[in-house]
């Protein structure tokens, strides 16, 4: 941040006030979004911890606080919506935030100048949903083993976008959240959509040949258009995030969409170039991420691995 001292004009100053030497100070941020994000999903974190985490943003000037609650490995938000996602999507019962939990926090927040936003993962990064027997059907891959179809992979969780129940569910999540959550921004994920996943499920690609849809990369566009969309129309006052590198350059976003740029360093000012009407967030891999080891990909061979710093 920037700390300017400036002292008041002359014209302001009473001769006859003690402090008509004395120096304003105020205080001008170089960024207005200043961010930590906090993955709870792959390990889980008490309320406590959380509440000290925003102690430190408060105390290092940083004003939001973006939540990473679910992922492929657990979904451990209370859902009133699907209930059964979180009974079975949780680590635990003990390891569970409920709706009480999440006020009690963005009350915590608000006193110290911290917004809190969710972050929900979709169409990637869901297997945990499929906790819910409603949400199943309309998720590919969380049951394939790597040796399958010859091809390293191992069980996660893809949204079918040619599915109309695909729609609701993910509208349901987003109002869900929406109603928990007091920010308008949600972000809504859309990393690292491994197109593979889709292509062991004949009846999608059956379903792209009857409405005319070339390649999975045009899929995942016309979803995500659909959803931002329907989210529009009836969540008017939501706003929305997404990841961007360069493995997902193809998308195409709303001008009010803003892009978390997680890729190289040396990559942003093409993708820069290319997005020129949106806001990004940076949050380079190489030097802002505190999980997997600093200064390449995968943190000395092992992407996210436990608490790895």
């Avoid at 008509?20 to 001008?28: G, H």
């Avoid at 009133?80 to 709706?99: E, H, M, R």
């Avoid at 969780?157 to 007091?182: C, H, R």
């Amino acid at each position: 941040f920037f700390l300017m001292i400036r002292r008041p004009p002359r014209s302001t100053q009473s001769r006859s006030s003690a402090a008509s030497d004395v120096y304003k100070r105020q205080e001008y941020m170089g960024y207005r979004f200043r961010s930590i994000l906090l993955d709870t999903a792959r390990h889980f974190i008490s309320v406590d911890s959380i509440k000290r985490i925003i102690d430190g943003l408060m105390y290092s000037k940083m004003n939001v606080f973006v939540w990473h609650f679910m992922d492929d490995d657990s979904y451990p938000l209370e859902s009133t919506v699907y209930p059964d996602l979180t009974q079975n999507g949780a680590f635990s019962q003990t390891q569970v935030y409920t709706k009480a939990d999440v006020k009690e926090i963005i009350e915590y927040a608000k006193i110290r100048g911290v917004r809190i936003i969710p972050e929900l993962e979709q169409p990637g990064h869901l297997r945990s949903i499929i906790q819910s027997e409603e949400i199943r059907p309309a998720v590919v891959g969380w049951d394939q083993q790597s040796s399958d179809k010859g091809f390293d992979l191992v069980p996660r969780g893809f949204l079918d976008p040619t599915m109309t129940k695909t729609y609701e569910i993910a509208f349901n999540l987003i109002k869900e959240l929406s109603e928990t959550f007091e920010d308008n921004y949600i972000h809504l994920g859309g990393d690292e959509v491994d197109t593979r996943f889709w292509g062991l499920k004949p009846q999608i690609k059956e379903r792209m040949d009857k409405l005319g849809i070339l390649s999975y990369e045009e899929l995942q566009i016309l979803y995500t258009k659909a959803v931002r969309r329907q989210m529009k129309q009836q969540l008017p006052q939501s706003k929305a995030m997404y990841w961007l590198d360069h493995h997902n350059m193809f998308m195409k976003f709303n001008k009010d969409d803003i892009l978390w740029w997680w890729g190289r360093q040396d990559a942003f000012e093409k993708a820069a170039e290319q997005y020129k009407e949106q806001e990004f967030v940076i949050a380079y891999h190489e030097t802002l991420y505190l999980d997997c080891g600093l200064g390449n990909l995968v943190g000395n061979g092992s992407w996210c691995g436990t608490y790895k710093t």
